[in-house]
């Protein structure tokens, strides 16, 4: 708690309306980790099948909002391609590898290991942009890898998929 605190340096003043959408956001990532894990449960393709089943869902919700501002893009291939590829690596991929370890992990393991992202994050911004985080940053993202790593998970686990134990 204390790494997060220091990440986001909470200010209690601002815009009512970004405190219902922090709310919000907070509320639909939640939702994510224990539907997802109810839909990865099996532990086999039946989740990937259910996530792409969603994934086509939320296509046919969201493409009437920007399509007029894509449409040009349809007749550029570059540009296309580019938009095909930035989907696959930010949406296909990460949430296949969430779904695989969704059904391998109890949920608590997998919403703390969702905790090491500002880590991730951090080494990629300093490899690829060079952003070099604060000494307050790097206090924060260790005392998130702290909390990671002290973490025991208390529920009994779940058979892996096929009947066997662990």
């Keep these: 708690m204390?790494?997060?605190?220091?990440?986001?340096?909470?200010?209690?003043?601002?815009?009512?309306?970004?405190?219902?959408f922090a709310f919000v956001n907070c509320a639909g990532f939640v939702l994510y980790v224990v539907l997802g894990h109810r839909i990865a449960g099996d532990g086999g393709a039946e989740g990937i099948d259910r996530l792409g089943a969603s994934m086509l869902?939320?296509?046919?919700?969201?493409?009437?909002?920007?399509?007029?501002e894509a449409a040009r893009t349809f007749t550029q291939p570059l540009l296309l391609a580019a938009g095909i590829g930035v989907?696959?690596?930010?949406?296909?991929?990460?949430?296949?590898?969430?779904?695989?370890?969704?059904?391998?992990?109890?949920?608590?393991?997998?919403a703390l290991l969702l905790a090491l992202l500002p880590a991730t994050a951090t080494v990629i911004g300093i490899v690829v942009l060079r952003q070099v985080p604060?000494?307050?940053e790097v206090a924060g993202i260790?005392?998130?890898?702290?909390?990671?790593?002290?973490h025991s998970d208390r529920t009994p686990q779940r058979p892996a998929a096929g009947g066997r134990g662990r």
């Design 2 to 20: 204390g790494g997060v605190a220091l990440l986001t340096e909470v200010r209690l003043v601002g815009e009512p309306l970004g405190f219902v």
């Design 87 to 110: 989907g696959i690596c930010s949406s296909v991929v990460p949430y296949v590898c969430d779904q695989l370890a969704m059904a391998r992990l109890p949920r608590s393991t997998f």
């Design 142 to 150: 260790l005392l998130v890898i702290v909390g990671v790593a002290v």
């Design 134 to 136: 604060t000494l307050t």
């Design 57 to 68: 869902v939320a296509l046919v919700v969201v493409s009437p909002v920007g399509f007029v």
